[in-house]
Nanobody, 122 residues
Framework: QVQLVESGGGLVQAGGSLQLSCAASGRVYGGYAMGWFRQAPGKEREFVTA????????YQAEFVKDRFTISRDDAKNTIYLQMNDLKPEDTARYYC???????????????WGQGTQVSVSS
């Protein structure tokens, strides 16, 4: 069983930066990838970015546009989401996810974290 615990959310002004962390335990490193989704109030959960466990290749949503960077620390079983140049429209609850395959939709997630809130003021 995979357990994911996020941290690092908070309130920041537009143009600011935040780093989210996701600590994983269990057999997550037997899976395919780890990554992040986000969900704003009244909207569907959407894919943000992912990193492949074997090889380290990354994928990201178009709206990220080089503002967000995903990385990992294998020694700590932790992935990170560095978010720069944050915009009010980035306000959402951010969820860590473990993927069972190369399908990066919600249905492809085998485990979710509890989420961490990111709020960006204008």
């Amino acid at each position: 069983q995979v357990q994911l615990v996020e941290s690092g959310g908070g309130l920041v002004q537009a143009g600011g930066s935040l780093q989210l962390s996701c600590a994983a335990s269990g057999r997550v490193y037997g899976g395919y990838a780890m990554g992040w989704f986000r969900q704003a109030p009244g909207k569907e959960r959407e894919f943000v970015t992912a990193i492949i466990i074997s090889g380290g290749g990354t994928y990201q949503a178009e709206f990220v546009k080089d503002r967000f960077t995903i990385s990992r620390d294998d020694a700590k079983n932790t992935i990170y989401l560095q978010m720069n140049d944050l915009k009010p429209e980035d306000t959402a609850r951010y969820y860590c996810a473990a993927f069972r395959s190369a399908y990066f939709g919600v249905a492809g997630v085998e485990a979710w974290g509890q989420g961490t809130q990111v709020s960006v003021s204008s």
